[in-house]
């Protein structure tokens, strides 16, 4: 029987993506076990959360050491979607694909919980092999330098949470690497799902679109008009799959469901709102600097994070504008989209809402970091962004675990 090898790009950035996902999972665990020092003093309010949270905490040794801290904030809501289905309204905030995907492993006798974990992390290692295969698309140097930066990213922990941030960046990294291979509607279709990952996906549109239009570009010479525009059309309809996807969801929830929008949901039920992208920095700075007091006082180390997150994404998107011939258009294109929502999600206090958070759905900004050291960092460099980014990491990943609201 002939055995089955992967290419050798593929081969090595499996390794390496999974040796990448072993170390945050051992790091991230290990973290943790510093509840039984530092147990947290807050329980959920909701009575069936309170009770889940108990079980996970009075069960057994897995359950209390390396699911009970994962238990906490969005994770309680992706888990009532997974059990019961939109059964609330302020839940249709969350599209239902990582729901989906717990309910699904659910059906084989996993507990919800330990499905949650299970699909999250599932997804991480795929989202890192991807990521790699990307990075060594632009150069072999470049891979293990943008993985290493990715990995060591202040809220890369979120990738192994019963979140779905790694589900939604696995989707956009395919989608974004199919797009470059000229896949196009394999990328419409990935995207598509990201979009029922996150709302946000649709910003996938426009990298599938300037591809669709690069190769029409390419190849129209010598053709009739019409024929011309019957190709633009099919290069450029898969680009049109997220926004249907998103269309479909919105429509589903007002007229199936008979919620109100989404959007409407997120303003009447979570306190957030479209702004100014300039609104939620001065209202971080401000609250953070003592100039004004918040009604509802938010914990510091998450505003402090936030403001942090956006301005390194803002000068890297900076630098990738203005480098925008030497990196692909279409990450640059994700990229910008990505952090004009970031900026744009505001809290009713005037607060950024979990940019920290968002800053890793923005992946490209680590590959283009990766690109521009054209030189590997000395060693005692490496050792201190290691350091400091872990460090961080310990702290935020801690206060979580303690409901301390940080992204």
């Given at each position: 029987?002939?055995?089955?090898?992967?290419?050798?790009?593929?081969?090595?950035?499996?390794?390496?993506?999974?040796?990448?996902?072993?170390?945050?999972?051992?790091?991230?665990?290990?973290?943790?076990?510093?509840?039984?020092?530092?147990?947290?003093?807050?329980?959920?309010?909701?009575?069936?959360?309170?009770?889940?949270?108990?079980?996970?905490?009075?069960?057994?040794?897995?359950?209390?050491?390396?699911?009970?801290?994962?238990?906490?904030?969005?994770?309680?809501?992706?888990?009532?979607?997974?059990?019961?289905?939109?059964?609330?309204?302020?839940?249709?905030?969350?599209?239902?694909?990582?729901?989906?995907?717990?309910?699904?492993?659910?059906?084989?006798?996993?507990?919800?919980?330990?499905?949650?974990?299970?699909?999250?992390?599932?997804?991480?290692?795929?989202?890192?092999?991807?990521?790699?295969?990307?990075?060594?698309?632009?150069?072999?140097?470049?891979?293990?330098?943008?993985?290493?930066?990715?990995?060591?990213?202040?809220?890369?922990f979120f990738l192994v949470a019963a979140y779905s941030e790694s589900l939604f960046i696995l989707l956009a990294a395919g989608c974004l690497l199919a797009g470059r291979q000229r896949s196009l509607w394999l990328a419409g279709f990935l995207a598509s799902l990201a979009v029922l990952t996150r709302l946000q996906g649709i910003i996938l549109s426009l990298p599938l679109l300037y591809e669709g239009i690069t190769i029409y570009c390419q190849f129209r010479r010598g053709k009739q008009w019409h024929v011309r525009l019957m190709d633009l059309l099919k290069l450029a309809s898969p680009a049109a799959l997220p926004v249907l996807t998103a269309v479909s969801f919105v429509v589903y929830v007002r007229f199936c469901l008979r919620y109100p929008w989404?959007?409407?949901?997120?303003?009447?039920?979570?306190?957030?709102?479209?702004?100014?992208?300039?609104?939620?920095?001065?209202?971080?700075?401000?609250?953070?600097?003592?100039?004004?007091?918040?009604?509802?006082?938010?914990?510091?180390?998450?505003?402090?994070?936030?403001?942090?997150?956006?301005?390194?994404?803002?000068?890297?998107?900076?630098?990738?504008?203005?480098?925008?011939?030497?990196?692909?258009?279409?990450?640059?294109?994700?990229?910008?989209?990505?952090?004009?929502?970031?900026?744009?999600?505001?809290?009713?206090?005037?607060?950024?809402?979990?940019?920290?958070?968002?800053?890793?759905?923005?992946?490209?900004?680590?590959?283009?970091?990766?690109?521009?050291?054209?030189?590997?960092?000395?060693?005692?460099?490496?050792?201190?962004?290691?350091?400091?980014?872990?460090?961080?990491?310990?702290?935020?990943?801690?206060?979580?675990?303690?409901?301390?609201?940080?992204?």
């Open positions: 029987m002939n055995r089955i090898s992967l290419p050798a790009p593929w081969k090595k950035a499996v390794k390496t993506g999974l040796l990448t996902f072993l170390g945050i999972r051992l790091w991230s665990s290990a973290t943790l076990l510093l509840l039984n020092v530092f147990p947290a003093d807050v329980t959920p309010t909701d009575e069936p959360a309170r009770g889940m949270l108990a079980l996970l905490e009075h069960g057994s040794v897995l359950n209390h050491l390396f699911l009970a801290p994962w238990y906490r904030w969005d994770t309680v809501h992706y888990l009532d979607i997974a059990q019961n289905g939109y059964s609330r309204a302020f839940l249709t905030v969350w599209p239902p694909m990582y729901s989906a995907l717990i309910h699904l492993l659910s059906l084989t006798g996993v507990a919800p919980m330990t499905a949650a974990v299970l699909v999250s992390n599932l997804c991480a290692v795929g989202a890192l092999v991807l990521f790699y295969r990307m990075a060594g698309d632009l150069s072999d140097e470049t891979a293990n330098r943008a993985l290493f930066f990715f990995a060591v990213f202040p809220t890369a989404p959007w409407e949901t997120l303003s009447i039920e979570w306190g957030q709102h479209a702004g100014w992208p300039w609104e939620g920095i001065i209202g971080n700075f401000t609250s953070l600097a003592g100039i004004r007091l918040l009604e509802t006082p938010i914990n510091p180390l998450a505003q402090t994070t936030d403001l942090a997150a956006i301005v390194f994404l803002l000068i890297m998107v900076g630098l990738m504008i203005k480098d925008w011939r030497e990196f692909p258009v279409p990450y640059i294109l994700y990229t910008a989209a990505g952090l004009i929502l970031i900026l744009t999600k505001i809290d009713n206090q005037g607060l950024l809402v979990s940019a920290s958070r968002y800053s890793l759905s923005l992946f490209p900004v680590f590959l283009y970091a990766a690109v521009k050291r054209h030189k590997q960092l000395p060693p005692w460099a490496n050792l201190l962004v290691l350091a400091l980014g872990l460090t961080l990491q310990a702290v935020l990943m801690v206060s979580f675990a303690r409901w301390i609201w940080i992204a």
